[in-house]
């Protein structure tokens, strides 16, 4: 496994491009969950410098923050609650532009401004999810979507 990340500077899509084999590499070999998704979430903060990356897992019926780069977040959320939460009910992924104007959005921090969420699902059940915080306002967009399901679909939850 290599131990440095290559950073590069490009467009997001060179830039998930050049990431996701790194990621591929990072995991190659290790069925730990909570390392293959701290090395995750340690990857996409080292590259897109954002504002919050990380997993929420659902333990006992609620999403537990797992690991993550960046503030300190809320510990637990219920389904159906903030982005997360719809996430988990609606089983794929929000962008959410600003989040000001999402219903019921948990606001961890008040430098958020647009956040994606996407589902870790296995056997068609939501396990957790992965939820990026940006603080500009209408960053994410299909290209996160694309390239962040692919990196989650990689992920080996045993
Ligand atoms: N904003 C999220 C809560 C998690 S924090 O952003 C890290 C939400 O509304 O679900």
């Not at 899509?13 to 069925?31: A, H, K, N, R, V």
Request: overall charge negative; some cysteine; glycine content about 8%.
């Amino acid at each position: 496994m290599a131990e440095d990340l290559n950073v590069i500077e490009g467009t997001k899509e060179e830039q998930y491009q050049s990431l996701l084999p790194q990621i591929q590499g990072l995991m190659e070999g290790e069925t730990d969950l909570i390392a293959n998704l701290a090395n995750v979430v340690a990857a996409l903060k080292e590259q897109f410098k954002w504002f919050w990356v990380g997993f929420y897992l659902v333990k006992d019926g609620v999403l537990v923050v797992g690991p993550f780069q960046g503030p300190v977040a809320c510990t637990r959320i219920r389904k159906g609650k903030g982005v997360c939460g719809t996430c988990w009910v609606e089983k794929k992924t929000i962008i959410v532009d600003d989040v000001t104007k999402f219903p019921g959005h948990i606001a961890c921090s008040s430098l958020s401004s647009s956040e994606i969420v996407v589902p870790v699902m296995r056997d068609n059940k939501v396990i957790g999810v992965l939820d990026v915080d940006s603080d500009q306002l209408n960053y994410f967009d299909a290209t996160d979507q694309k390239y962040l399901e692919q990196i989650v679909a990689m992920i080996n939850f045993v």
